[in-house]
């Protein structure tokens, strides 16, 4: 039986039976999800004052009792959303890429995102500055003089991204849903994506809580800032979808080039601290990485994540909002296209949805084939 998985095993990739059984699944471990997030979420931000085993950190884990073995487990990508997991090769196929704005509302979305870059930079202090050719300075030099960051520095702005960016996937799945219920009709699969970036964002910061718990002055910072973030996107999304997805691409972008120089950096032997600390369990779980994985490879996933938010949001941002299919609900290209290309033009975004279509006509006939000889 084919199965489709792209970028080199998708958690949920879909069969043609399991893409209608997929409702009934969801349904079942709806209760395992909701108590394995609420107690992740719980456990990330302070410690009961009594222990309890919902409270203990292997939570993210559960007992497959189809095997009924007392050891067996379920990785956590069973009751997640289903989310990329990528090769070694997939994770070193992308590039620093940008988007031109073309049009007002494009020019609109990408300034936007340099406002707000510059704006979190002049609060928190930073400035990329390149070193100077053949300076002779320590890695405490560098530091000190604003060149380099450590691992704290890099840290606080790796959380910040984070809860910012889990913020226009859910409010965009929330207003869309919102108008399907009003409006009695089918949402041509826009809901699922958008969950699905939401809490792909959330787990990034899951993951990184694991190696800081931020101050309480920290903690405002971000109420505030997603206080304001999420109701002026909740408004632009009323008034242009288009333009908010186009805002979330470029948004992407910056990511994406965040975690290009925290690799680059790494890799230099510039973030010591991290250059050999093994990867959070949860990192393990999530994107089923070897139990010897380290943080750098954490980071190399996530950021082939944020290449998956540039390529889809800039793909979105290409098409119809209100009558056009997605074409990434059931499948979507592996990093070799995504961390290569921008996105997708709209004939390229219909093309590659017949070619699914096709991919699971091809399933469904020989799944009924199959089927009629075993009578």
Request: charged share 25%; net charge neutral; glycine share 6%.
């Amino acid at each position: 039986m084919l199965r489709i998985v792209p970028n080199a095993g998708r958690i949920g990739a879909f069969n043609v039976v399991g893409a209608y059984a997929h409702a009934g699944r969801c349904s079942s471990a709806y209760f395992a999800r909701r108590t394995l997030a609420t107690a992740t979420d719980r456990n990330s931000v302070s410690t009961p004052p009594v222990p309890s085993a919902l409270t203990q950190p292997d939570v993210v884990t559960t007992v497959n009792t189809q095997t009924g073995g007392a050891n067996s487990k379920i990785h956590t990508g069973d009751w997640v959303l289903f989310h990329p997991v990528y090769s070694p090769e997939e994770l070193r196929a992308v590039d620093v890429l940008h988007r031109e704005a073309t049009c007002l509302s494009d020019k609109l979305a990408a300034n936007l995102v340099k406002l707000s870059r510059w704006g979190y930079d002049f609060v928190s202090g930073y400035k990329h500055k390149e070193i100077p050719p053949g300076k002779d300075m320590s890695l405490a030099e560098l530091r000190k003089e604003g060149y380099l960051l450590d691992d704290k520095q890099w840290l606080s702005r790796i959380l910040f991204l984070e809860s910012i960016a889990g913020v226009p996937g859910m409010v965009a799945a929330t207003l869309r849903h919102l108008q399907s219920l009003r409006l009695m009709r089918r949402d041509n699969g826009w809901i699922h994506t958008c969950l699905e970036e939401a809490e792909n964002e959330r787990m990034h910061l899951m993951t990184f809580m694991t190696l800081r718990q931020p101050s309480i002055i920290f903690r405002a910072l971000i109420l505030g800032a997603q206080g304001v973030f999420y109701n002026l996107f909740f408004l632009g999304y009323l008034i242009s979808p288009r333009t908010c997805h186009r805002f979330v691409g470029h948004l992407e972008e910056e990511a994406v080039v965040t975690y290009t120089r925290c690799i680059e950096e790494i890799e230099a032997g510039r973030v010591p601290e991290w250059s050999d600390r093994p990867a959070p369990q949860i990192a393990i779980d999530y994107w089923r990485l070897p139990p010897d994985a380290t943080l750098l490879d954490v980071i190399y996933a996530v950021r082939s994540d944020e290449t998956t938010h540039r390529f889809v949001n800039h793909s979105l941002a290409n098409l119809d909002v209100n009558h056009d299919v997605n074409p990434f609900a059931l499948r979507e290209p592996d990093m070799h296209t995504k961390g290569k290309k921008i996105a997708f033009e709209r004939e390229e975004a219909e093309s590659y949805l017949n070619e699914t279509r096709k991919l699971f006509q091809t399933e469904a006939k020989k799944q009924s084939e199959s089927d009629h000889s075993s009578h």
